[in-house]
């Protein structure tokens, strides 16, 4: 008897994803109809900047649909790095309290949404109406949990808005079934170098956009009106890492081109002021030596490195905020809790801050997961609910750490999603056989996995989509070999 993934999933394959488009359909116009009655749902007045990105995205979509190596040129930009003023134009609900601070709008359907719906559209002609669906093991189990977390915090809503902020919240489900619809009709191995250049060009884009939108706004440091800061710089060092993979690996990329992409990278990091950028991008590296390549010559170099940044450390004067000495001796050690605040106190200060606010995140996430859990309060959610689960301000913000994000929204059940997300690529690498250069897109999910322990990355709509888009072409590339 023959027990392969393919056969015993394959009843799986042929009602699951039809059967979760449909429902997501439903629950999408479910959730605009009732914001409409209870007046929840809002539309952004549009600018000059929503007209110019919405004018901007129909050229890209009439161009990416001449051809498919022009689509997937296209791809990694527009699930990274197109300006998500262009989702103004469609139906959201505030991701909180309007009157908080930094209150903003989160959309029902995403650019994202439109640009892969136009690739499967255009596929699906081309092939006159045949067309493939591969769901695993994985995969499969992510929908089945996602869609029953998300049923059963339907039923328990608290009033109209958080219905509306749920239905929104299925982004990275709407994402994850239209990208595993793309990838399994095509072999993207053959859109290698289209891919390649798209993820950098990216981050050109991002840094343009980035410094305008730091001009107009007068931010303190260099931040993306799409990606914030930190996850700004969180992704660029992911991203960095996997291109000099790339280049370890004899990848063609003219010198200029990648002498310019690096001085880019290091200069978003540095002016983003995101220290977790600088050591994800160490970690990573070191890790993915240690497992794949020459682990004694990463010892060493791990070594030589320590050495230097002690010796640094010791000989300039650095800021308190910065001083790892100066930050321990405002906190104190009380004795295990499982309240965060009964186990370390600490004394308030500008230096402090940061830590400080990152802990009462971490409680309230902590908070909401012992509230539920097994499926979370409803991802799309935290922020809606945060000042019910202990945090004391009136501020837009998420759980500042991706695993609690996931855990606080989702429950037990996001363990899956998180390791798809984050570990999944990082663990199937080996097994691709070939000589592609996509495989190394794991590089980008790991590092994000070590970004994310201080920072919600995955909660952006663009970062996930980039991500999940990673694994799927691994997964596929596995499923081949």
């Known amino acids: 008897m023959v027990s392969s993934e393919a056969e015993n999933f394959a009843g799986v394959n042929k009602f699951l ?94 650019h994202i949404d439109i640009f892969l719906g136009l690739g499967l559209l255009k596929r699906i002609i081309d092939q006159r109406g045949s067309f493939k669906t591969h769901v695993n093991w994985l995969t499969g189990l992510i929908i089945i949990l996602f869609l029953t977390s998300t049923f059963i915090n339907l039923i328990l809503v608290k009033d109209a808005h958080h219905f509306a902020l749920l239905i929104a919240g299925l982004f990275p489900l709407r994402y994850l079934v239209l990208l595993i619809l793309l990838v399994s009709n095509h072999e993207v191995e053959k859109y290698e170098r289209q891919i390649v250049t798209g993820i950098i060009l990216s981050i050109f884009f991002l840094f343009l956009e980035s410094t305008v939108n730091s001009y107009i706004n007068k931010t303190d440091v260099l931040s993306s009106g799409t990606l914030a800061s930190n996850t700004f710089a969180n992704i660029t060092a992911a991203i960095l890492i996997f291109v000099i993979y790339l280049k370890r690996q004899s990848y063609s990329i003219n010198f200029f081109v990648l002498l310019a992409f690096l001085a880019t990278g290091i200069l978003i990091i540095l002016l983003t002021e995101t220290r977790m950028a600088i050591l994800a991008a160490l970690v990573s590296f070191f890790l993915i030596q240690m497992r794949f390549f020459k682990w004694y010559k990463t010892l060493f170099v791990v070594f030589t490195l320590g050495v230097l940044v002690l010796m640094i ?60 859990p097994m499926w979370g309060v409803g991802y799309g959610a935290f922020n809606y609910l945060k000042n019910d689960f202990g945090f004391d301000e009136f501020v837009l913000i998420d759980a500042h750490n991706g695993y609690l994000n996931a855990l606080a929204q989702m429950g037990i059940s996001s363990i899956f999603l998180l390791y798809f997300i984050y570990l999944y690529p990082f663990f199937n690498y080996r097994k691709i056989k070939g000589s592609t250069f996509l495989k ?28 999940a888009f990673n694994t799927l072409v691994i997964m596929n590339f596995k499923k081949r070999s």
């Open 313 to 372: 450390y010791n000989s300039i004067e650095v800021p308190d905020r910065y001083s790892v000495s100066f930050l321990l001796s405002k906190i104190q050690y009380q004795g295990f809790s499982t309240n965060i605040f009964e186990m370390i106190t600490i004394e308030r200060s500008l230096e402090t801050s940061s830590i400080y606010s990152r802990l009462k995140l971490y409680q309230t996430s902590i908070n909401m997961f012992a509230d539920s």
């Open 440 to 467: 190394y897109l794991f590089v980008i999910n790991f590092t994000m996995a070590i970004a994310d322990l201080s920072n919600a990355g995955i909660y952006k709509t663009s970062v996930f989509a980039l991500l």
């Open 17 to 110: 994803t039809p059967l979760t488009i449909l429902l997501l359909f439903f629950f999408t116009l479910a959730g605009i109809i009732v914001s409409c009655f209870f007046e929840t749902i809002k539309i952004e007045h549009p600018g000059l900047i929503n007209t110019v990105s919405v004018f901007g995205f129909f050229i890209l979509c009439i161009y990416g649909l001449t051809s498919y190596a022009r689509f997937f040129l296209l791809l990694p930009f527009v699930l990274l790095a197109y300006p998500s003023a262009v989702n103004d134009f469609f139906p959201s609900v505030y991701l909180g309290q309007p009157y908080e601070l930094g209150a903003a709008l989160f959309p029902f359907i995403t």
